[in-house]
């Protein structure tokens, strides 16, 4: 015959788009609050506690962070996950920003600002536990620079007595901790034992003590490679001992490592206000199957890198 058909193959099915990643904000100030749920973010995942008190100029009294605490909460779009004061290094507030260090990026701040101040790490925990009783928003708290089970165990009892204090039932707010520290990736399994509930990757400091490289003066040497093997190992050590994951840092504000970190079974990715919509967008577009395996050791670190730019 003058036409023979042609074998044509059915198209293959496109790779899944993923469905279930929230993309959450991070904010610091009532105006970001506000300016959050109007673009819609699916709720806050990091609330800069230090940030909105420093615009005041000072630490507010037990009251003062009630008050302020109590607006960010009502404007915010809801989950919140607040993060207590993380102080110290490159975020000074008087008056717990102290004597001069040496070294201050490696010295007191976060939890061991806490842990020498108890006093005013339980006001600041009143103050948190009171404004939720305002309207009693969907809140986790999580803490900083926890390096150890005894900060973590420093931090969850001071804020059960601060919930006792106030009749608040144990279980009423969820807790958590910031993924910062790299030690951290060693105590999951004692972490989830002692009552944490999630972690959140907060991927500026992890950099900053992984490369022992200052984040506010970075090369961009750094390996991406091990940067991404350390990922990897946290989100799969905190999936196999039921810890949510979440990743707050600017990493998930970058669109390919966003995508890169979705690929890795992340689902909750909290980004600054300016950058929710590159990032929406960057994840409406179907990802590769194959992403848990590329920093598997088959990639030079170029080959990783080149790859990752072009996800
Ligand atoms: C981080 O360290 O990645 C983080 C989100 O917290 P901050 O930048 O406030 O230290
Ligand atoms: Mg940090």
């Known amino acids: ?4 058909p042609v074998e044509v193959a059915p198209p293959a099915p496109p790779p899944p788009v993923v469905k279930d990643v929230t993309v959450q904000a991070n904010i610091g100030s009532i105006a970001e609050a506000a300016k959050a749920t109007q673009l819609g ?5 990091l609330l800069r506690t230090e940030l909105a008190f420093a615009a005041e100029g000072r630490l507010p009294d037990m009251d003062g962070q009630t008050r302020l605490l109590t607006r960010l909460f009502q404007q915010a779009p809801k989950p919140i996950i607040i993060r207590t004061l993380d102080i110290g290094s490159d975020k000074p507030l008087l008056p ?5 260090e040496t070294n201050p990026a490696l010295g007191r701040r976060g939890v061991r600002v ?11 925990l009143t103050a948190i536990v009171s404004a939720w009783r305002h309207h009693q928003p969907s809140l986790s708290v999580m803490f900083p620079m926890i390096a150890s089970i005894s ?6 009892l001071a804020f059960e007595k601060a919930c006792r204090a106030q009749h608040v039932p144990a279980g009423a707010i969820e807790l958590g901790v910031m993924a910062e520290v790299p030690a951290l990736l ?3 399994p004692d972490l989830h034992r002692e009552g944490c509930q999630f972690i959140s990757l907060g991927t500026n400091d992890l950099s900053q003590y992984l ?15 091990a940067l991404a093997r350390a990922i990897t190992m946290l989100i799969s050590e905190a999936e196999r001992h039921s810890l949510t994951i979440h990743v707050c840092g600017n990493l998930a504000a970058d669109p390919h490592w966003a995508r890169y970190l979705v690929g890795l079974g992340a689902r909750h990715l909290s980004v600054p206000v300016s950058r929710l919509d590159v990032i929406r967008d960057a994840l409406s577009k ?10 598997d050791g088959r990639l030079s670190e170029r080959a990783f890198a080149q790859q990752l730019m072009q996800l």
């Open 286 to 295: 179907p990802l590769p199957t194959d992403i848990g395996a590329w920093a």
């Open 1 to 4: 015959p003058p036409f023979e």
């Open 211 to 225: 490369f022992a490289s200052d984040r506010t003066t970075s090369r961009g040497t750094d390996s991406p490679l």
């Open 151 to 156: 900060d973590w165990l420093f931090c969850r």
């Open 114 to 124: 806490y842990r020498q101040h108890p006093e005013l790490f339980y006001e600041h």
């Open 186 to 188: 060693w105590l999951l």
């Open 96 to 100: 717990w920003s102290m004597e001069k």
């Open 41 to 45: 973010a699916q709720g806050i995942g």
